[in-house]
């Protein structure tokens, strides 16, 4: 048998090794999922400016709503044609399960908006 460190065996350290391994794989390739988002996600803080230094058409939308899920990747479609440095228009997305007080501040009382 081969000696273990720390009273851990060869076979638990390469366990913990596989899934470290698989933890770096998984946030990687959440980071690649939210690069694909093209509309712009506001909180409270970034949408009162954006809006405005520009015209904006924003989603506000519930990440439950049915209707918000099958809008969602045409919005951000739309986000890759229109978020552009020449565009006059921006495309922007406001998930109101998060930012509660910004949806009410915009009356937003079904989904999506």
């Known amino acids: 048998t081969e000696s273990s460190q720390c009273g851990v ?4 350290r390469r ?18 999922a939210r690069a694909d988002e093209d509309a712009t996600a506001f909180d409270a803080d970034t949408f009162e400016e954006a809006v405005a230094n520009k015209p904006h ?10 209707h918000c899920k099958r809008l969602h990747p045409t919005w951000n479609d739309l986000g890759k044609k ?5 565009s006059t228009t921006a495309i922007g997305k406001v998930d109101c399960t998060q930012h509660t007080a910004l949806c009410s ?5 079904g989904y999506p908006t």
């Open 15 to 32: 366990v913990y090794g596989n899934m470290k391994c698989l933890s770096v794989l998984i946030l990687a390739l959440a980071a690649v």
């Open 57 to 66: 058409f924003v989603m506000f939308f519930a990440p439950w709503c049915g």
């Open 9 to 12: 065996d060869w076979r638990t």
């Open 82 to 86: 229109y978020n552009t440095e020449e």
């Open 105 to 109: 501040s915009q009356d937003v009382t």
